[in-house]
């Protein structure tokens, strides 16, 4: 199956700093999504960016699909952008099954 | 707007004894349906998806089974659970037709098994 990782494992923040999320995968896709999980384990939809550039807000983010990667761009954190972000695929060709990588725990200080 | 829920939210069960966890999905009609487990502090992992009445496809052979009696609604099962059980288990849906389409995810239930 497809491999996803991202990095780092853990981010701590001060209020107010920017941060960015990576996430690699291993084969060609035709989804990539961005979810916040906040504490009580609802998974946000971020975006759903399988190539290109989004912006939602503070958020944006970038996927280069030819060189297998995407980054997730968090500016002027706030408490509220604590929780997990997972990245996850689903491979080309018919694939339904998304695959998550193992998450980035980040931490929001005040 | 399309909304999905899952009932129950939480369930404590003893090892042994059946299961039946539902989704029901409001606001489109003939969508994918997923099942997905997160073992604590890990990423997801698929169970199940469905892409029509009756039609499932099992991703990870075990105890569980899944059905889908209704257009829009999933229903998760075992008839003993395992202590391995444990865990959060989420219900998603993406839009009807090829696949790859954003997947939305259901608030989860928690299943802890004793």
């Known amino acids: 199956g497809i491999q996803v990782e991202q990095s780092p494992p853990d981010l701590i923040l001060q209020e107010g700093a920017n941060s960015t999320l990576r996430c690699n995968f291993s084969d060609s896709v035709n989804n990539l999504q961005w979810f916040h999980q906040n504490p009580w384990g609802q998974l946000i939809n971020l975006f759903y960016i399988p190539s290109g550039t989004k912006q939602n807000g503070r958020l944006s983010a970038t996927t280069v699909a030819t060189e297998r990667y995407s980054l997730l761009y968090i500016s002027s954190s706030q408490t509220t952008d604590s929780g997990v972000y997972f990245c996850?695929?689903?491979?080309?060709?018919?694939?339904?099954?998304?695959?998550f990588g193992a998450g980035t725990t980040v931490t929001v200080r005040a | 707007s399309q909304t999905i829920h899952q009932w129950p939210a939480t369930l404590v069960q003893p090892v042994g004894s059946p299961l039946s966890l539902e989704c029901t999905v409001e606001g489109t009609s003939n969508p994918n349906l997923y099942w997905y487990r997160q073992a604590a502090g890990r990423g997801l992992q698929l169970l199940f998806y469905s892409v029509g009445i009756g039609q499932i496809s099992s991703e990870v052979p075990q105890n569980l089974s899944a059905s889908r009696p209704q257009d829009r609604q999933f229903i998760l099962s075992s008839k003993k659970l395992l202590l391995s059980d444990s865990g959060f288990y989420l219900c998603?849906?993406?839009?009807?037709?090829?696949?790859?389409?954003?997947?939305?995810f259901g608030p989860g239930t928690r299943l802890t098994v004793l």
């Open positions: 998603a849906w993406s839009g009807p037709g090829l696949a790859g389409g954003e997947q939305f």
């Open positions: 996850a695929v689903t491979k080309l060709f018919n694939d339904y099954k998304l695959s």
